[in-house]
């Protein structure tokens, strides 16, 4: 007899399915906490994966083909975040905004591992499913659950048919779309490159693909053929390029050569090592003894340039106005055989007199938008707005460098931007309103890069992730007159 009026009667047979507490994957959590912090803090995923993969290694959770995935699923969802979106908001039924963020981080690295890599569907949900149960609770796994069993019902060319506009209706919208940039992106790059529809998607896609980690052998300090022994030819390849550029087979570890771990050799793209390069050729009228790197950090390009300097017996001041970057710019060029400072000193109002330098490099601050194979998330993070901020400081700062360069010296304006509106316009703007007690001229940079196809008109010159293999690196090289 039941004892409680309007309860019904509890029903007999087998007991209910016990709760199962959800399994960590150390894997995937790993990935979803790379994400989160470039969402939450705006970090970067190539300065946050890789402390986190370390302690992973230590704590004994990971080998190689772990740490692989991980860094797959971290990079690939951040990399095709806005076709992910797309795919998501159509199979859901409020607006993407709606979704709270670390829902919509399950999802799309759930989405990546459906339409962007080999794993098996079933695998591919359930272990999102999983990951939702541990990172966001039952309530919320099931939705995950809910939308990727609606994204596996079809692969990725299916669902851009769907998503993505018809190219002939609105092309740019297509291309943002179906190769994951936004917009105006797709429309800045569009009109730096010029030509049509090939040239930009090629760009794009090379966007999308994982870069060679590349190295230099620093000049003085060693040569790209005792690194190429040092790593193993079957493990390098030489550059394409620069005579001082090594590139690694996928999975190699730089920290785990003697050269790198000495400072003789470091990680530097091969589009970076041009421009150095460039600068150091340029022909001058006069001395060359007193070289500036006037925007030094993180070091890369002042290591570099210390070494063709030391070969001369020139010397070089490397000023980088943040401390903290100062310190890294002095921990690249520590053990350089010539001499060298380092100062911590704003590029804009220079402690150093004018007319003091023969050569001068300011690879001035910008968007960022050549490097996006190595920085994913910048895409999603920089707005067109960024570029008026970035614009007085481009033209201050080539203004500065102007005016540290003697009559017929040379001033190297570099920046890892294609945008039309932090290249060619900061150097027209520049040389335009120049008084006249300080004339300039371009000078031809294509011939000091003998070899290097597609530079572009000139005399400046544009590197091109699919053109180059390397950043899209822009550089102007300017002769004082007067």
């Not at 106005?321 to 704003?346: E, T």
């Not at 080539?398 to 190297?412: D, K, P």
Request: glycine letters at 10%; proline letters at 8%.
């Amino acid at each position: 007899m039941n004892d409680q009026p309007g309860r019904p009667p509890r029903k007999q047979g087998k007991p209910g399915k016990p709760h199962r507490r959800p399994k960590k994957d150390p894997v995937r959590f790993l990935a979803f906490e790379a994400l989160r912090a470039v969402d939450e803090r705006d970090a970067y995923a190539n300065l946050v994966l890789p402390p986190l993969l370390r302690k992973a290694r230590d704590k004994g959770d990971f080998d190689a083909r772990d740490a692989a995935l991980a860094t797959e699923l971290v990079y690939g969802t951040l990399r095709r975040q806005g076709t992910y979106d797309a795919i998501v908001a159509a199979c859901i039924d409020r607006p993407l905004r709606e979704v709270d963020p670390p829902v919509l981080d399950v999802l799309n690295m759930g989405v990546h591992q459906l339409l962007g890599t080999r794993i098996p569907t079933h695998a591919a949900v359930s272990a999102s499913v999983e990951l939702a149960r541990v990172v966001l609770g039952d309530g919320r796994a099931k939705f995950v659950n809910a939308v990727l069993r609606k994204v596996a019902a079809d692969d990725l060319d299916g669902w851009l048919e769907k998503v993505a506009p018809p190219y002939d209706e609105d092309a740019e919208e297509h291309l943002a779309v179906v190769h994951s940039h936004p917009r105006w992106v797709v429309s800045a790059l569009w009109d730096s490159l010029g030509g049509g529809r090939a040239g930009i998607e090629d760009l794009l896609e090379a966007d999308n693909e994982r870069p060679e980690v590349t190295l230099v052998a620093r000049p003085g300090r060693s040569t790209a053929d005792e690194l190429l022994d040092a790593v193993g030819e079957e493990s390098a390849l030489p550059g394409r390029w620069s005579p001082y550029a090594v590139r690694l087979s996928e999975g190699g570890e730089p920290g785990a050569i003697e050269a790198v771990r000495e400072g003789n050799a470091g990680v530097q793209d091969e589009g970076s090592q041009l421009v150095a390069v460039a600068l150091a050729n340029a022909p001058l009228e006069g001395r060359d003894e007193k070289w500036l790197d006037g925007c030094a950090g993180p070091g890369g390009k002042a290591a570099m340039l210390a070494g063709l300097a030391s070969q001369r017996g020139a010397a070089v001041l490397a000023a980088e106005k943040q401390p903290h970057r100062a310190r890294l710019v002095a921990q690249a060029l520590r053990g350089n055989p010539g001499p060298y400072q380092v100062i911590a000193a704003d590029g804009t109002r220079p402690p150093w007199q004018p007319g003091t330098f023969d050569r001068v490099l300011m690879d001035v601050p910008c968007t960022g938008l050549g490097a996006l194979r190595r920085r994913p998330e910048a895409r999603w993070r920089r707005r067109p707005e960024d570029l008026d901020g970035f614009a007085p400081l481009q033209r201050g700062l080539l203004r500065t460098a102007l005016e540290s360069v003697r009559v017929g010296g040379v001033v190297g304006y570099a920046t890892c931007s294609p945008h039309l509106a932090e290249t060619r316009a900061v150097v027209d703007d520049v040389l335009k309103h120049l008084d006249g007690a300080a004339g300039a001229e371009l000078i031809d940079a294509r011939p000091l890069l003998p070899g290097v196809p597609a530079l572009g008109e000139g005399p400046d010159i544009q590197l091109w992730p699919h053109l180059h293999g390397t950043d899209a690196m822009y550089l102007a090289l300017i002769r004082r007159t007067a």
